[in-house]
């Protein structure tokens, strides 16, 4: 069942009066109710902007998203919204600059059932607050001291409890553990995965590494500079890349066992992104990519689903392109 629909989504920067940065620009796809989708690609592919603009922190510059059945970016009542922006939730990658210094936990964890008017007492406020601590796995006394007095892995649990007090269905999770000690990132992410099921949410879970989604998500899509190149279930994406990109990142992952680290086959990218500014024309990945044609240059490759739930825009597996491929492999 589908909780969002996301219809060719676009935002552009207008940098100056003839400079335009195509952060999104035309991206689809559906996240479904109680699934982990990750959204993966290099820094600069669009992808926070992509969260964003999905939660509405950002007005679309073209196309649609709905959550369950209604668009968020159509003009709506204040009422209307306010019930949006309780629905939906965001996880930042830095708690720190997410956390007012200045506040108290406590006080940072109950704006949000201030706003949306959740209970009735002060007495009700601070047991709906000892609770959610209680359920990061944080506990009372911590309510009353400030964001600087806690680590990394602590001000995201604070962070994840701030979200959860208004009780959403859906949070985008931006870079949640990148920020990070390795030993700390595997408890936030089975935290995530326990409220996940507690609670029924759904997940936009945002990284810039494959490997990090890998555990946590159901579905992955891969971005390249605004576009959408890949999207499969996290097993058959993993297993068979499809898309030259996709297979590069996951080449990228290290192995630990050095005999099939020496021996497997890795696709390498060279060079740098290009810019959002002036992609390439046709595939926008063709400047980097060790397979491009002619047709990569002059056509941009449709998104087509190549087997059952698995989802791919290159020409490679467009049969009205792929003859040159295999002409050239002959
Ligand atoms: Fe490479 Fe062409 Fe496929 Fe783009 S469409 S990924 S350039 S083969
Ligand atoms: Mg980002």
């Known amino acids: 069942e589908k909780l969002l629909e996301i219809k060719a989504l676009k935002k552009h920067f207008k940098l100056d009066r003839t400079s335009t940065l195509k952060a999104v620009d035309g991206i689809s796809f559906d996240i479904y109710k109680g699934e982990t989708f990750g959204l993966v690609g290099e820094s600069g592919c669009g992808k926070s902007t992509a969260g964003r603009t999905i939660m509405r922190l950002y007005e679309a510059t073209g196309g649609e998203v709905d959550f369950n059945g209604d668009n968020v970016h159509a003009k709506k009542s204040k009422k209307e919204l306010k019930k949006f922006n309780r629905e939906m939730q965001m996880i930042f990658q830095d708690p720190y600059a997410s956390l007012n210094p200045r506040m108290t936990v406590k006080d940072i964890i109950a704006e949000g059932i201030d706003i949306h008017g ?37 001000r995201q649990r604070i962070g994840i409890a701030r979200a959860l007090a208004v009780d959403p269905s859906f949070i985008v999770a931006d870079e949640p553990i990148s920020a990070l000690d390795v030993s700390i990132q595997a408890q936030v992410v089975n935290l995530l995965k326990r409220l996940q099921k507690e609670r029924g949410l759904t997940y936009l879970f945002i990284a810039h590494d494959l490997s990090m989604v ?28 499809l898309h030259p990109y996709t297979q590069a990142l996951i080449s990228a992952i290290p192995i630990s066992d050095p005999e099939v680290e020496r021996t497997r086959e890795r696709i390498i990218v060279e060079g740098d992104v290009p810019s959002p500014v002036n992609p390439p024309s046709g595939c926008r990945f063709r400047t980097r990519c060790p397979f491009a044609m002619d047709v990569c240059a002059k056509v941009v490759p449709e998104f087509l689903e190549h087997k059952k739930d698995h989802w791919v825009a290159c020409h490679l597996y467009d049969e009205r392109y792929n003859d040159e491929h295999q002409a050239r492999q002959r």
Do not use: C, W
């Not at 709906?128 to 806690?150: A, I, M, Q, W």
């Not at 555990?215 to 499969?232: F, K, P, T």
């Open 118 to 154: 959740l209970v009735n007492t002060k007495q009700e406020r601070l047991d709906r607050v000892n609770e959610l601590l209680k359920t990061v796995g944080l506990n009372e006394d911590h309510g009353n001291r400030y964001p600087h007095e806690f680590s990394g892995g602590q």
């Open 214 to 241: 890998k555990h946590i998500s159901d579905r992955v899509g891969v971005m390249y500079l605004g576009n959408m190149a890949e999207i499969a279930t996290s097993d058959d994406l993993y297993a068979e890349p």
